[in-house]
DNA sequence: AAATGTCACAACCGCCGCCAA
DNA sequence: GTTGGCGGCGGTTGTGACATT
């Protein structure tokens, strides 16, 4: 047999919470702690259910609770978890004392998620909408130079992250960790080189050891290789841009790419869009503090791309003279810029 | 000034996993 | 092993405040 009904629901009170049941809760709580919701209406003498106690005490009387607008650096914190962590709101609010997930929740549906819409970016998949492009803007591109328009690619039927470049990356990251000095010194045209292709081909050059496979290697590559199959299945969904384009349309500014050392981030920790088991050992693990985003940089092709890390604290910004909602906008504008390195030859591989 | 629309957020609903009975 | 309540969670709704027409 089960256990008998935590409360009778006939007869018990719902709806907004009068000053006086609240402090009825309150100094009952602080008297002898919640214990089991089910027993506390009944000796707190309030004719609520046990959940409903529970909920207005942890998402509106508990003291800890810090009241008042999100600040720019909670917002983007927000952002930032929710790519990786979706509508875990519990999750996210784990990492922003004094927030609740109710509370984060609330701000991203009314404030949040409709200024991504806004910006063109998808709140979901937190990659740009196909649907914001400019047509007007891509139209008139494509009759100043009518042998550069792509049906196929506008249609975002061709995947953003070429394979091969993304492989290239896997590579290079993998030769990265074997050998730091390595790209230090590595010259534009040596990534045509089987080497960057393939870190277990012949190693004469460049002075490489062939690879070991250590039980940390197999890792690595088991995560790369997640990782990539993550960005293909995913791939569909995001849109293409053509790097010979981009200067004549809207992606300028909001063209999506990985950065090198980002995606660097993104392989070794090994983060998986699809596999949201991982996140949670993986933020436990990591350094990521949601003020410390210097060591939390998952801006990806399946995530929010990076933001600074020092939005508001530097006098330099331009930030100065605009409002929060400015600001937020105008962050949220550029959160698509990325940079590409130079010795990176990207005609080849798209 | 009244009607209507929009926004913000507290609270509820329903589902799920865990675990006591 | 089964049942069903508890606690937690994410989604949705209700409602008051404010803005716009």
Redesign the pocket.
């Known amino acids: ?7 009778d629901k006939n007869g018990l009170k ?4 009068t000053t006086e049941e609240d402090q009825k809760l309150m100094d009952y709580i602080q008297k002898h702690g919640h214990g ?3 027993t506390l209406p009944k000796n707190a003498g309030l004719s609520r259910c ?3 106690c ?3 005490w942890t ?2 009387l508990r003291p800890d609770i810090k009241r008042g607008r999100f600040s720019f650096e909670e917002e983007e914190t927000i952002i930032q978890l929710h790519s990786i962590l979706g ?5 996210i609010a784990a990492r922003l004392p004094g927030r609740t ?3 984060i ?3 991203w ?3 949040i998620r409709k200024r991504l819409l806004r910006t063109g970016i998808d709140p979901v998949t937190h990659s740009p909408r196909l649907d914001f492009l400019d047509l007007s803007s891509i139209l008139s591109s494509s009759l100043c130079h009518p042998s550069q328009l792509d049906v196929p690619r506008l249609l975002g039927i061709e995947p953003l992250v070429n394979n091969e470049l993304l492989r290239l990356a896997t590579n290079l990251l993998f030769l990265q960790r074997e050998n730091p000095n390595l790209l230090h010194n590595v010259q534009p045209n040596q990534f045509s080189n089987p080497q960057f292709q393939n870190p277990f081909a012949s190693s004469q050059t460049h002075n490489l050891q062939t690879p070991t496979l250590t039980p940390s290697h197999i890792q690595f590559l088991n995560e790369a290789q997640l990782m990539q199959a993550n960005v293909e299945q995913n791939s569909s969904n995001f849109p293409n841009f053509d790097c010979q384009n981009i200067q004549t349309n809207t992606w300028q500014d909001n063209a999506m790419a990985s950065k090198l050392d980002d995606f660097a981030q993104l392989v070794t920790y090994g983060y998986s869009n699809s596999d949201l088991s991982m996140v949670d050992p993986l933020l436990e693990n990591s350094n990521f503090h949601p003020n410390m985003n210097q060591n939390f940089s998952f801006t990806s092709v399946t995530s929010t791309p990076t933001s600074s890390p020092t939005p508001l604290n530097s006098s330099s910004t331009n930030y100065n003279n605009s409002s929060t909602e400015e600001r937020r906008d105008s962050h949220c504008s550029n959160l698509w810029d990325f940079e590409i390195p130079d010795f990176l030859d990207l005609n080849d591989f798209m």
């Open positions: 047999m089960g256990r008998a009904p935590c409360c719902k709806g907004p919470w089991s919701w089910r046990g959940k409903s529970r909920l207005r998402n509106y509508n875990k709101w519990s999750a997930d109710n509370e929740k609330n701000y549906n009314t404030h």
